[in-house]
């Protein structure tokens, strides 16, 4: 009889050659730093006295600053601000 593979299922363990290394798009560079992207939450849609704020965990190029694609969660992808990140 033969087994059914269940894709479904996560391997028990996953070691460092089960994985695939991330390179900066613009410059190749290996290692990267991460930083936060702001967001403001209107006080109108939350209901609260002030304005609020929320930190979005990204990852920057360690050697030029650049901000891979991937790295952003999908809704900032789309979104329409042509910079994300001001540039110092």
Known sequence: ?????DLNQR???????????VACDECSNTTFSEAM???KVSR???G???DSYV?????????CGHLNDEFLP??????????LIAKA
């Open 48 to 50: 609260a006295p002030k």
């Open 55 to 63: 930190p979005v965990p990204v990852f920057l190029c360690s050697a």
């Open 1 to 5: 009889m033969s087994k059914t593979l």
């Open 11 to 21: 391997p028990t363990s996953i070691t460092l050659k089960d994985t695939t290394g």
């Open 74 to 83: 999908a809704e900032l992808k789309a979104a329409s601000e042509p910079s």
């Open 37 to 39: 992207i702001m967001r």
């Open 44 to 46: 109108l849609l939350t």
